[in-house]
């Protein structure tokens, strides 16, 4: 692979303790190009500096873009490890395929990665909670106006060194039942990693965030009646001691966190239902004091504690506003994977 190095490289960030999400870039990145006549090519790794487009590219005007987002750890044994990454190259596949983007070749991305990785493993910052974050994207690049699929894409690899998603760390979020704006209909791209689900959220989420609220809790477009998932992470509750998550119906990011969760509980012996979970539901667990936790998964987010959600104007506190213990226990048991601290057992980690 094409490797181009830079003159001067960047100066790091001074301290891993003040990282917080998404705003340090490294010094490479990883391209590759696609058009009709070559199909994807020029697969190489070059320095992350601004790039020009024209102001008439498809990607500016119709967002026809899709994204991952993972995570490289170094390891206790000095290893560097990326949480199940095959199953981002999967998910981004499905994404480019409703998206009108054509399916790139798994093996030539990871194996970018995996050198972009070995280049930038000194940025890869070690302090619990924290990782580099690797967000992989494809947007399209042809220069029309007409809203077609475009013939032209570029997909880009960058990579940032991340503390905690949220900037109070693991303190329980507080999240607000949004029974207005919809975030995804069944048929719609919300299963779909694209760029224009997480601009059509905003608005709720800024008006949320200004009442005080860390994210929003989406229902379903149709009925507002069912929990859906919140802006980057998918929502589990435990109620009187079962498990629950809301079922992909079609409308919902399928997480590799909500997977991995999934699986780590059953085979530990929790009780995990995957259904359809009301937002009546949830709020009368809450009141009845039956629901015992409520946290969300995620890349960004790991295992995120929830402490408080509020629906129609009426606030719950969940577990007493603090971590409970499944999500504790799922929080240790995800992140020593990672680490290296508890094994590999299911071959979750790809090793560099
Ligand atoms: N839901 C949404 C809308 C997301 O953006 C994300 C983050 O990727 C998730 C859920 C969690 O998915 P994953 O665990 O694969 O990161
Ligand atoms: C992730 O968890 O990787 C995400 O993509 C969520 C968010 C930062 C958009």
């Known amino acids: 692979m094409q490797f181009i190095k830079r003159d001067v490289l960047k100066e790091k960030p001074a301290s891993e303790a003040t990282l917080g999400f998404g705003k340090y870039f490294t010094d490479y990145m990883f391209t590759m190009k696609y058009t009709a006549e070559k199909g994807w090519h020029d697969a190489k790794i070059e320095p992350n500096e601004p790039v020009r487009f024209d102001l008439a590219t498809t990607i500016f005007h119709y967002a026809q873009g ?31 395929d409703r998206m009108c983007i054509p399916q790139f070749p798994t093996d030539v991305v990871q194996e970018g990665l995996d050198e972009l990785l070995r280049i930038e493993k000194d940025w890869i910052p070690s302090a619990p909670g924290t990782a580099l974050y690797i967000r992989p994207t494809i947007v399209a690049t042809r220069i029309m106006l007409g809203v077609h699929a475009s013939t032209e894409y570029l997909f880009f690899i960058i990579l940032s060194p991340v503390g905690s998603y949220y900037a ?28 224009g689900n997480y601009a059509a959220s905003m608005k709720a989420g800024e008006e949320a965030e200004k009442k005080g609220f860390d994210q929003v809790l989406w229902l379903d477009a149709q009925e507002k009646k069912y929990v859906e ?115 590999d057992e299911y071959h979750w980690i790809h090793q560099i």
């Open 229 to 343: 998932e919140v802006g980057s992470m998918n929502m589990f509750f435990v109620i009187d001691g079962e498990v629950v998550t809301p079922a992909l119906v079609g409308s919902i990011l399928p997480g590799i966190t909500r997977k991995s969760s999934i699986f780590l509980l059953k085979e530990h012996g929790y009780k995990v239902s995957e259904r359809r979970v009301s937002i009546d539901e949830v709020i009368e667990a809450a009141q009845n004091g039956k629901l015992d936790e409520a946290f969300g998964t995620g890349t960004a987010a790991v295992i995120s504690p929830v402490g408080e959600i509020e629906f129609k104007g009426k606030k719950y506190e969940i577990n007493g506003g603090k971590m409970g213990k499944i999500t504790q226990w799922l929080y240790d048991e995800i992140t020593g994977i990672q680490r290296g601290e508890i094994a």
């Open 66 to 96: 899709i994204f991952e987002g993972m995570k490289a750890f170094k390891r206790k044994d000095g290893t560097i490890g990326v949480f199940r990454p095959e199953e981002n190259w999967a998910r981004m596949n499905r994404s480019a």
């Open 168 to 195: 109070h760390g693991l303190e329980p979020t507080k999240l607000l039942v949004e029974d207005y704006y919809t975030r995804a209909t069944i048929g719609g791209t919300g299963e779909a990693k694209c760029l």
